[in-house]
């Protein structure tokens, strides 16, 4: 079942059954299924916390009925397995967004509440999950529970990882945009140092994000191109369709094709593809917020052993120490890594208790799936240890169980609110129980 | 505003997902719709969404088709509540399990029931409400295996060709009163009914069937195949003799 996978393509997982949820009126009895169940939309999670090896998984992507909308509040109310480009599509042209988005916008509502994910206005809006009224759980007992914020099932599901049970619908809180455009500026800068300086000053701006250069070495690194944006006022920009990808990527790439000379070469012309040090244009959402949602798989570009993307985030200290010592870990493994993401995450607190996002700078980068990739990671997590940072479970495919702890302090009152149907590879991977 | 705005559409099997998601594409042009399906909360988490999609108004009305004297109530009921239809769009049916047909006249007679006399039972009064109107659109889902029977599944075939020669004749009929008769053959369809087939390259999603449904309708073409590259692949399997055909393992 080639279709259960996630978008790293790592690891290898094979359900052993597949249960369609297709209605919230009548969902199947879970306390029949003999293996563990996990709920699977998209498949967007990059690692193994949307697989479920040998186990069964709950297919909703058919629950994808929208339920109400209340246009004078930015009320939405549907079906977990409604995607957030669904939601864009329809809301959009009323005047209202997402209150957060991710790097993608073909991920399912459920999905989005199961990691509470982040977008590039952490700093101003927090997580997905602070903004979501109310959802409805189904535990594997039969019981259904709607759950509101200050629930210590909502703290538990919010960020979850599908483990406490399946959500069969949530409500979502809006926030209204004067149009579908966003002002951008593009800034370049040579370093981290001035990465930092830019960081700093982000309040004034809604939405904002770095791609970031880790192959660079000595006074160039973490050079890189820093993005921010607001949402602009009515215009004539067309506004972005819901449309699949244009384009596909057909196959698996040959192992290697992306290394460090093609990547290095990719970094560079990224960054001297922008010649002037700063450029201001409005482009449409979509443009600024999915740029990889026009390749379809991109992922295989990676070759058939597929990827895995390393987030962590880390304390905002003076000077940038945690994210200064991982750059330098990178560019000196030699390892090829793409373009990195980089942002300063603000001080709202998440609502989950096992939410990644928490106040300092995060990390995303690429790599593919080699031996020696792994054992670098597994350095990087002990840089992020050390400094009462956190690694992302949603991109996740290989920490370790004493990581996971580490990482989560909140563990042991995650574990008593989870339903003991519900587990995933990666669960089994870093609770050894 | 845009141009089907106050389209009028009857949907019976409203809650499969070919219907629900042709059902949307009238939604998000402001359609008024009257849904018809077995299952009340179904029915209802459809409407809902189709509300929130922008239809002008949703009704639904709870229709087992084996009831003929309820398949006459609700096309009644559709017809007064709107004054009229633009469009009656006919997607319920059901795929039988072909082994147990086999095994039992009574299950292969259930099928035909479904499949094929519930559809006569509901377009018997909609062709005559749309002749007198003098215009409007009928349209019904068969399937590619009406196209030629096959030992996998015949007894659908059976059903679902029947009711294409059945269309053929209302089309011939209705075509005089100004009236048009869309018959609709998808072939697979990534639905809750295919659930049990192996998925291969020819699967169209649901969302796709939906559109181009919508499209051929709007088009009021005579027969659409769903999507359009069955029509050469049911080409050339209706052009196999018999004599060859019979020994095929299809």
């Known amino acids: ?433 | 505003m845009p141009p089907e705005t106050s389209t009028r559409v009857l949907i019976v099997g409203a809650t499969s997902a070919i219907a629900a998601e042709t059902a949307r594409v009238y939604a998000a042009y402001g359609a008024r719709l009257f849904l018809a399906g077995r299952n009340p909360q179904r029915l209802e988490a459809v409407a809902a969404d189709l509300r929130v999609r922008g239809a002008g108004s949703v009704l639904t009305a709870v229709l087992d088709v084996t009831d003929r004297q309820r398949c006459d109530a609700v096309v009644e009921e559709a017809w007064s509540t709107f004054g009229g239809l633009d469009v009656a769009l006919l997607a319920h049916g059901v795929l039988p399990d072909q082994a147990r047909c086999q095994a039992s006249a009574a299950a292969t007679i259930e099928a035909l029931e479904v499949n094929f006399t519930s559809a006569v039972a509901l377009l018997t009064p909609l062709a005559n409400r749309f002749e007198s109107a003098g215009r409007g659109c009928i349209a019904v889902i068969t399937s590619v295996a009406g196209d030629r029977g096959r030992q996998s599944n015949y007894v659908y075939g059976a059903a679902k060709g029947g009711l294409d020669r059945f269309l053929e004749g209302l089309r011939n009929r209705l075509f005089h009163a100004g009236v048009a008769v869309v018959t609709l053959k998808p072939g697979f369809v990534d639905t809750p009914m295919t659930a049990g087939l192996t998925q291969g390259p020819l699967f169209a999603s649901a969302r796709r069937a939906g559109r181009d449904i919508h499209r051929s309708i709007e088009r009021r073409r005579d027969v659409a195949y769903i999507p359009w590259f069955w029509r050469p692949i049911m080409a050339i399997l209706r052009s196999l003799p018999e004599t060859v055909f019979k020994r095929l393992r299809l």
């Open chain 1, 1 to 433: 079942m080639p279709r259960y996978r996630s978008w790293g393509r790592y690891p290898a997982a094979t359900p052993a059954a597949v249960l369609p949820v297709d209605w919230r009126s009548d969902p199947p009895a879970l306390d029949r299924v003999r293996q563990p169940v996990l709920p699977y939309a998209c498949g967007r999670s990059y690692g193994d916390s949307c697989l479920n090896d040998g186990g069964v998984v709950l297919d909703v992507r058919r629950l994808d009925r929208l339920i109400a909308f209340d246009q004078e509040r930015g009320l939405l109310q549907c079906e977990a397995g409604v995607t957030l480009a669904e939601i864009l599509a329809l809301v959009v042209p009323r005047g209202w967004f997402l209150p957060v988005v991710p790097g993608t916008r073909w991920v399912s509502v459920g999905g989005s509440i199961a990691n509470d994910i982040h977008g590039k206005n952490h700093h101003r809006a927090g997580t997905f999950g602070a903004h979501v009224s109310r959802f409805e759980l189904l535990r594997s007992t039969g019981q259904r529970t709607v759950c509101t914020p200050g629930d210590e099932l909502f703290r538990a599901t919010v960020g979850g990882l599908g483990l406490t049970g399946l959500i069969l619908w949530a409500e979502i809180m809006l926030k209204r945009i004067p149009g579908p455009a966003i002002a951008v500026e593009r800034i370049r800068f040579p370093g981290l140092d001035a990465f930092f300086a830019l960081a700093a000053d982000d309040r004034d701006f809604e939405y904002t994000v770095a791609w970031v250069d880790c192959l660079a070495r000595g006074p160039r690194l973490g050079r890189g191109i820093y993005m921010r944006g607001d949402h602009a006022p009515q215009d004539g920009t067309v506004p972005s369709p819901l449309r699949p990808a244009r384009f596909r990527v057909p196959l698996d790439a040959p192992a290697g094709v992306l290394n460090a000379t093609t990547l290095g070469l990719f970094n560079e012309a990224y960054y001297r593809g922008q010649l002037r040090g700063r450029l201001r244009s409005t482009v449409p959402y979509a443009a600024f917020f999915f740029p990889l949602d026009g390749v379809g798989d991109w992922g295989r570009l990676y070759g058939a052993n597929g990827f895995v993307q390393y987030q962590c985030v880390v304390p905002d200290v003076g000077g940038g120490g945690p994210i200064r010592a991982i750059f330098e870990r990178i560019s000196r493994s030699g390892e090829p890594a793409s373009l990195a993401v980089l942002k300063r995450f603000g001080n709202i607190r998440s609502p989950g208790l096992l939410s990644f996002p928490r106040e300092g700078m995060t990390l995303a980068v690429d790599f593919a799936v080699r031996g020696r990739t792994l054992a670098l990671l597994e350095d990087l997590d002990a840089i992020v240890r050390e400094t009462g940072g956190a690694v992302y479970p949603a991109k996740d495919a290989r920490m370790s169980a004493a990581s996971f702890r580490a990482f989560f302090p909140e563990l042991e009152r995650f574990t008593a609110q989870r339903d003991a149907k519900f587990s995933s590879s990666f669960w089994r991977r870093v609770h050894a129980s």
